[in-house]
């Protein structure tokens, strides 16, 4: 007999789906891999698909894997939030988060949030990540309010994907395109710069690669064929990687404040132009908590457009 689907058996297919193999999925779950291969087995027999192609090089997601996949994800996230909300010894505690690419902007109205409105016990987060997941976050309820930009290599998916996860978009700024490079780098004396005179060296780019059927950037130039291209998924690799090997990552230009984090490095103007929008989203419909609120009106004190 066949088990109804439970939420371990989600659990599972995500950590199977998000691990190199069976094996490491068991170790990361602590549960022995026949167990885990059992149940997963016994979960695709129940919803009559194939979720894992299993062949002598390990697994691989079916398309029907990836489609359940992002449901799974979705009652995951939902699942956590309840057993957070009334199941945690502090649930007693406000709460509210945000999820953000790495703009400090929404840092410094994350922190401003706080000391106005002086919450006495609280479980705040800010979230920094990748775009795809900023957007899941709030459509997800993980997070109010989600800080997000694109150019227009990227306008198109971003807005698609908006509408399909009921998300409102608030365009706070427009911001230049910029080279960012360590103060050692042979070009950091330049005022600007084109993307032909770096073709030289590497250009580091941070990687926002998923199972979904986009690919997204937060960076621009997005469609420019880069001779040179490394993709990290960590900011302090990043660094690393500009300052040896003499690298360079496109943004917005925005290094104030980020002085501590950034220190060394340099923006240059680029002379090709795909300018970032930078913005916030909120879910459609949704209503706001105090913090939210608060959040917001931080954000648009930053509001240029």
Not at 56 to 85: C, H, P, V, W
Not at 217 to 236: G, N
Request: proline content about 2%.
């Amino acid at each position: 007999m066949v088990m109804p689907m439970n939420m371990n058996q989600i659990k599972y297919v995500l950590a199977v789906a998000a691990a190199s193999s069976m094996r490491e999925a068991a170790a990361k779950l602590y549960v022995s891999q026949p167990a885990l291969s059992v149940s997963i087995r016994e979960l695709e027999e129940e919803l009559g698909i194939l979720i894992f192609e299993r062949n002598s090089k390990g697994i691989s997601l079916t398309d029907e894997g990836r489609e359940f996949i992002n449901y799974a994800k979705k009652a995951a996230g939902q699942y956590e939030i309840l057993e957070d909300r009334y199941l945690s010894k502090d649930r007693d505690r406000e709460r509210f988060s945000v999820s953000t690419q790495h703009y400090n902007i929404a840092v410094k109205a994350f922190t401003e949030t706080i000391r106005r409105c002086e919450p006495k016990r609280y479980l705040f987060a800010i979230r920094e990540t990748k775009t795809r997941e900023v957007l899941e976050d709030v459509r997800d309820m993980r997070s109010e309010v989600g800080v997000v930009s694109f150019s227009d290599s990227g306008e198109a998916v971003l807005k698609k994907l908006f509408r399909e996860f009921g998300l409102v978009f608030v365009p706070l700024m427009q911001r230049e395109t910029y080279a960012y490079v360590w103060s050692t780098h042979p070009m950091a004396s330049r005022t600007d710069i084109s993307l032909e005179e770096l073709k030289d060296y590497p250009c580091v780019s941070f990687d926002q690669s998923d199972d979904s059927a986009y690919y997204l950037t937060e960076e621009a130039m997005a469609d420019y064929e880069f001779e040179k291209m490394i993709r990290s998924d960590d900011r302090a690799t990043t660094m690393e990687i500009l300052a040896n090997l003499n690298g360079y990552a496109i943004g917005s230009g925005m290094l104030s404040g980020e002085e501590a984090i950034l220190e060394g490095m340099i923006a240059i103007k680029l002379k090709e132009e795909d300018p970032l929008v930078i913005g916030y989203i909120t879910r459609k419909g949704g209503t706001l908590s105090e913090y939210g609120r608060t959040y917001v009106e931080e954000l648009e004190k930053f509001r240029e457009l």
